[in-house]
């Protein structure tokens, strides 16, 4: 049986990353390959919280330790070699117990982090414009560009719309790149005018809430991570209330309203007492 060509082999890459971005699927964590980046990240938070004694057993970091060595051995994004034998010995002198040794190579894993996030997709075009793509690596190729770009918060909507209509064109490598660049933007600001039936005629909008309505719409703008990714700013004809949501893609920022809706109309609810705690 004749070998497949690189131009083949990446055309199955592409019909992969098709197939893992369709929104139909039902997701299953099992299926999926974690993130280069997201290993590193979990890596270091396991190792925290072992030393703070957050977690009380050793498990859980030697675990995610074995995850990160295997992933980073393996995975192209890291780039050249020397980087990655430096990052695989600081991963693995990362132990449970908390002495400056660990706590130096976690910091180090850190540095390294930051650096393979910034090249992680430019590494994987070089790496299929070079043709080292193999049967072996098709499947790992799909997998790790799509979930380093779903860990980055782009929709699975979006990105299965990005990959049929520019992957013909630009081939993966060209997709790799064009992300690589479209990542050197910030993520941008939505802004939805969302209806409410919980207005009424008044003046102020802290009036037109509900008592119930008006205290989870507060607690969800004070605990959330980034003000600006949840920021109550206007009522318009006092029926509708603005919010601005910062995401990386419309499909995205749509998703986050919508969990950030029924989070308020679960804590209104549970509030008034409509719900069961």
Same mark, same amino acid.
């Given at each position: 049986?004749?070998e497949?060509?690189?131009?083949?082999?990446?055309?199955?890459?592409?019909?992969?990353?098709? /197939?893992?971005?369709?929104?139909?699927?039902?997701?299953?964590?099992?299926?999926?390959?974690?993130?280069?980046? @997201?290993?590193?990240? /979990?890596?270091?938070?396991?190792?925290?919280?072992?030393?703070?004694?957050?977690?009380? @057993?050793?498990?859980?970091?030697?675990?995610?330790?074995s995850?990160?060595?295997?992933?980073?051995?393996?995975?192209?994004?890291?780039?050249?070699?020397?980087?990655?034998?430096?990052?695989?010995?600081?991963?693995?002198?990362?132990?449970?117990?908390?002495?400056?040794e660990?706590?130096?190579?976690?910091g180090?894993?850190?540095?390294?982090r930051?650096?393979?996030?910034?090249?992680?997709?430019?590494?994987?075009?070089?790496?299929?414009?070079?043709?080292?793509?193999? /049967?072996?690596?098709?499947?790992?190729?799909?997998?790790?560009?799509?979930?380093?770009?779903?860990?980055?918060?782009?929709?699975?909507?979006?990105?299965?719309?990005?990959?049929?209509?520019?992957?013909?064109?630009l081939?993966?490598?060209?997709?790799?790149?064009?992300a690589?660049?479209?990542?050197?933007?910030?993520?941008?600001?939505?802004?939805?005018?969302?209806?409410?039936?919980?207005?009424?005629?008044a003046?102020?909008?802290?009036?037109?809430?509900?008592?119930?309505?008006?205290?989870?719409?507060?607690?969800?703008?004070?605990?959330?991570?980034?003000?600006?990714?949840?920021?109550? @700013?206007?009522?318009?004809?006092?029926?509708?209330?603005?919010?601005?949501?910062?995401?990386?893609d419309p499909?995205?920022a749509l998703?986050?309203?919508?969990?950030?809706?029924?989070?308020?109309? @679960?804590?209104?609810a549970?509030?008034?007492g409509?719900?069961?705690?």
């Amino acid at each position: 049986m004749a070998e497949a060509t690189q131009q083949q082999l990446q055309a199955r890459v592409l019909a992969r990353m098709e /197939e893992l971005t369709d929104p139909s699927s039902r997701w299953q964590r099992a299926l999926w390959t974690v993130a280069c980046v @997201t290993t590193l990240d /979990e890596l270091v938070e396991a190792a925290r919280n072992t030393w703070s004694g957050t977690l009380s @057993t050793e498990h859980a970091l030697n675990d995610v330790r074995s995850d990160a060595v295997r992933v980073v051995s393996s995975d192209p994004g890291i780039g050249k070699d020397t980087l990655r034998s430096q990052v695989l010995v600081d991963i693995k002198k990362i132990k449970a117990e908390d002495t400056a040794e660990s706590r130096n190579a976690c910091g180090r894993v850190e540095q390294w982090r930051t650096r393979i996030d910034r090249d992680y997709l430019r590494n994987w075009a070089v790496f299929l414009e070079d043709g080292r793509l193999t /049967e072996a690596t098709v499947e790992l190729a799909a997998r790790s560009i799509v979930t380093h770009l779903r860990s980055l918060g782009y929709s699975r909507t979006h990105l299965r719309g990005w990959i049929v209509d520019r992957g013909d064109s630009l081939g993966v490598a060209g997709l790799a790149r064009e992300a690589a660049r479209n990542l050197r933007h910030p993520p941008r600001t939505y802004s939805f005018v969302v209806a409410s039936t919980h207005l009424g005629r008044a003046a102020r909008w802290e009036d037109a809430l509900s008592a119930a309505l008006y205290s989870a719409v507060q607690a969800d703008f004070e605990g959330a991570e980034n003000a600006r990714e949840f920021d109550l @700013t206007t009522i318009i004809d006092t029926r509708t209330v603005t919010l601005d949501i910062v995401a990386a893609d419309p499909s995205a920022a749509l998703n986050s309203l919508q969990l950030r809706i029924d989070r308020m109309m @679960t804590r209104a609810a549970l509030a008034a007492g409509a719900l069961d705690p």
